[in-house]
């Protein structure tokens, strides 16, 4: 079945060429698109699409918004791409903590593109480290939240959601730790179940956000 995408995005020719290189994909297909997270919200109610491709800056309703109602629709809601122009935007932080599953910068290849599309539609939510690891230690604050109460993690787990910080694949990470990539999946489940995450972008920002990774200075 070909993936239902839906395009969002307040550049009229930049929304067009992606419609565009979605559309000539043979498990791809374009289902709608929208100028801004209003309209994108409001039409999405009545068109079925499994990965939304979200503009940060937009008018009338951003990304970040548009995002946060998506993710609290029936069942989560669509999954999320966020595009983003980086320069330490946190807009971009904000529509993952919001419930986006991944986020793209704005000169990424046409191939990087589709790639995304096909990971997110597949739940890995995978980003590329080096990116995950510059826009969160830009807009993670310095200062981990405290766990309230235990950790609910076990020493392996941990271990596990170290390694998914890093960006490793589940593939990665069991060739690292000598584990099957049956078991990975499964700590892997685990770690999103106890922590109440509904994929591994989110794993990593708990990870930051209660200490587990430290921002690098600087």
Known sequence: ???????????????????????????????????????????????????????????????????????????????????????????????????????????????????????????????APSTTRRLLDHVVPALPVPLDGPDPLTEREREVLLHITDGASNAEIARRLFLSEGTVKTHVGRILGKLGLRDRVQAVIWAYEHGLVRRRPG
């Open 1 to 127: 079945m070909s993936i239902r995408v839906f395009v969002v995005d307040d550049q009229d020719l930049v929304r067009a060429g992606t419609v565009m290189l979605v559309q000539a994909q043979d498990d791809m297909t374009v289902v709608g698109e929208a100028g801004d997270g209003a309209e994108a919200v409001d039409r999405l109610r009545a068109v079925a699409a499994d990965v939304v491709l979200m503009d940060v800056r937009m008018p009338r309703m951003d990304g970040v918004e548009a995002t946060r109602r998506l993710a609290a629709g029936p069942g989560g809601g669509p999954k999320v791409l966020v595009v983003t122009t980086f320069d330490l935007d946190e807009y971009a932080f904000a529509a993952l903590r919001a419930g986006a599953s991944g986020f793209l910068l704005k000169d990424a290849s046409a191939e990087e593109i589709l790639a995304a599309i096909r990971s997110v539609h597949r739940g890995d939510a995978v980003i």
